[in-house]
């Protein structure tokens, strides 16, 4: 099955909790301290007075609860301050009228605060929401089983709170086998959403249409230049047109191919400058039913790791196709690899956010280094727990923060072909 990026089974559209049940031993000491701080100022020598201390029981209340447990236990602190006037003092003397309107100010601006710390939280968790459904539609769970093959896959997102961003990866059924795509885009994050939607749609609409993998992957190159094509023309007719400026052009964070460019005016060409260009690296492969290989498409991506054994071989190839988008650069057609892909054999297929994630020392990750220890260790190991392990593996050595997205799959053959083909 797929790893989840937050494994845990939160709904995080559900709202916080005034006295979380988890957390109810914790919201009884602000209420004990009350007490205890009454008790002691009421007995206390009249030179020592403990009131103003009750503005602990908010001020604590308010990082273990919501809005209204923090509002109750201030409005206890206040009349358990007004008790401590009536039974010393008096409440109309200046030093107790003082105390009284200070609590009840920084209590009124504790609460404030957690009102708005309660707001951020459910705009939070609708933002959640939303991202966990955009995982959902975008980059649907690869199917355990299909034909054949024992699938696991794990998805990382760079920035925080999202979990999708640019690398993507899908697969897909045809008469004859299972194809495979894993790709990069060009940047992390939600920025490059747009065109990871548009190479998986591009991907599942066309994986069963084309016979051969040179003209699937020409297909996902037109698309992605197509795409291209249209913004490099919108934002060349807003730059005529003066709409668009500098800052504006920047969040688009990327710019049109070379020969689609605008000519040479002599002008700054701010595109250029603050973007650079879009593309999509990406490894497309097929894997026939019957046989006993694995036929792929490298378009600039790192190169698969084939577990055999406990060993471990990167499926170099012999001449690598430029990335998708930038397929009009190169007039050479795709070039088709086939490997050997024995039945109990693993291929592993990564992004370059695997291999590029730095520890403290700004050491790369070494995959294939790992791989092979753990592949050596548990060499029947499914795919799904060595993913896991890789996973922890490499948020262990990031630091527990990822500079980039991050995304692995694993394909096993089946020893014994088993029933059920999962279908894109």
């Not at 206040?78 to 006037?85: D, E, H, P, Q």
């Not at 250029?272 to 497309?284: C, L, M």
Request: proline share 8%; charged share 25%; aromatic share 4%.
């Amino acid at each position: 099955m797929p790893l989840r990026q937050h494994p845990d089974d939160r709904r995080p559209h559900d709202r916080r909790r005034s006295w979380p049940p988890d957390r109810r031993a914790l919201t009884a000491v602000p209420l004990a301290l009350i007490v205890v701080i009454t008790v002691v100022d009421v007995l206390a020598p009249p030179d020592i007075h403990l009131g103003p201390l009750l503005i602990v029981a908010p001020a604590l209340t308010a990082s273990l609860a919501g809005a209204r447990a923090t509002t109750v236990v201030a409005l206890l602190s206040l009349a358990a301050l007004t008790v401590i006037g009536i039974l010393r003092d008096g409440l109309t003397t200046g030093n107790h009228e003082t105390q009284l309107g200070a609590l009840l100010a920084v209590s009124a601006l504790i609460v404030a605060l957690r009102v708005l710390r309660d707001r951020h939280e459910r705009e939070l968790a609708q933002v959640r929401s939303v991202s966990e459904a955009a995982q959902r539609v975008l980059l649907r769970p690869l199917p355990d089983r299909t034909g054949p093959l024992h699938l696991a896959s794990f998805y990382l997102a760079a920035e925080a709170e999202a979990q999708v961003g640019g690398d993507l990866y899908a697969a897909a059924r045809t008469a004859t086998g299972t194809r495979l795509l894993v790709g990069d885009v060009r940047g992390k994050g939600l920025s490059s959403l747009g065109d990871a939607a548009l190479l998986l749609g591009a991907f599942r609409a066309a994986a069963h249409l084309y016979p051969d993998l040179p003209g699937l992957v020409g297909h996902l190159d037109g698309s992605i230049a197509w795409d291209l094509a249209q913004l490099a023309e919108q934002q060349r007719a807003q730059r005529e047109d003066g709409l668009l400026d500098r800052p504006r052009l920047r969040a688009f964070r990327r710019t049109e191919p070379p020969d689609i460019r605008a000519p040479d005016d002599g002008r700054p060409d701010t595109a250029a400058d603050d973007s650079g260009e879009s593309f999509i690296t990406a490894v497309v492969l097929d894997v026939p039913d019957d046989g006993a290989v694995v036929r792929l498409v490298d378009c600039g991506h790192p190169p698969p790791l084939l577990l055999h054994g406990d060993r471990v071989t990167a499926l170099e190839p012999r001449r690598t196709s430029p990335p998708l988008g930038l397929g009009e650069l190169v007039a050479a057609p795709y070039v088709v690899e086939e490997f050997a892909f024995l039945p109990g054999d693993r291929l592993l297929i990564y992004t370059d956010g695997v291999i590029e994630a730095r520890d403290g020392e700004r050491r790369f990750y070494p995959l294939t280094e790992r791989v092979a220890e753990r592949t050596a260790a548990h060499p029947a190991e499914p795919p799904a727990a060595l993913l896991l392990h890789l996973r922890r593996d490499l948020l262990a050595h990031a630091g527990g923060r990822l500079d980039d997205d991050a995304a692995m799959v694993v394909v096993e053959r089946l020893r014994r072909p088993g029933p059920g083909a999962g279908t894109e």
